[in-house]
């Protein structure tokens, strides 16, 4: 084992089994350096090894594996737009909207050092407490916008609504709003113009990363039953179909891997469409892991066992950040006005198929 694998290893070891924000932070940072060296870029030929790092993370901790590709994804980001991110700072992108969102830019963009101000609440922030910088999209400005959540004067000018969130699940992650009040912002903040955010290549890749995630979690699951001993052929069949499910889900996460190095700046224009089959599959993989799970053992696991009852809640949760009908109503609308898609390249893959019949 190499010095930084091991560096890996003994990151995910050293977490709790009941990990607090603090000890998230802790092995979040830890790792910083690890993977600024060892985990490659989205969209340059080795984007498999990204999601697999992923994946790893999640299997031992779907919390930190949150935390994780945030980061990863928010300096993606920041090398997309040709910013620096900060070797040393632990990242967060916080990117969703609905009723909540208030946040927006008040004063003039253009004016004197200092002039904008950020106003507002911003919820579902992962990490809102943990993270160093954030990457935070204001929907009505269009805008990206990179924070400093631990400065001088910060703190002064934000604050954290912890009460909002009523699940366990991933309640360590301080996933909050954070209240912004007249925060000060200059040029230097704006990651990209308006808009940009949204139609980057690279927003396509980012999409992968979560259902990475998702299919560790699920794995852990998977592996948690494989180290029990099954006495009947009922459980037996069960754990078939799960580590059928695990098979087909790094067969999917491969398959967007390779669509996403083939063409990374979507020239072809397919790769949201292909990010979408992909979590679409491992999203119905997990559900059909977390109810033969169930099946399986019964309750004792969502009662008796902590890691287990954790693990299945925030799996559960976290899957929930699939679009569901939504994303299938639009790749079902791409497949309409691109019929070749994921059509005879695939029928022409088998050996019994012949164009002439």
Known sequence: MSMDNQTLAECLTDLPESPTASDYRDAARAL????ETNVPPMGEGQSLDRLRLLSGVAHRDL???????????ATQILREAGCTAESDKLYGIWAS???????DIT???????????????KPFCSGSDIVDRALLYVYPAEQLLDVDMRGAGSREC?????GQWRSAAFVETHTWSVRFEDFPLTEENRVGGPQWYFHRPGFCLGALAPAACWAGGATGLVDSL?????????????LGAMVSSVCSMNAMLRWGADQMDADPNNTSGTLFPSALLVRHHIERACTEVLDRFGRTLGPRPFAFEESNARRIAELTLYIRQCHAERDL???GGYLEKHPQFCSSSLMLSFPFYRADT
């Not at 909207?97 to 946040?103: K, L, W």
């Open 32 to 35: 910083l350096p690890y993977m």
């Open 63 to 73: 919390g930190l594996a949150r935390l994780i590709e945030g980061h990863l994804d």
């Open 97 to 103: 909207g609905g009723p909540a969102d208030t946040t």
């Open 107 to 121: 004063g003039c963009a253009g004016g004197d050092q200092g002039s904008a101000r950020l106003t507002g609440a």
């Open 158 to 162: 934000l604050s954290f609504e912890a």
């Open 226 to 238: 494989r180290q029990r001993k099954l006495n009947d052929g009922h459980a037996r069949a069960h």
């Open 329 to 331: 109503e639009e790749l």
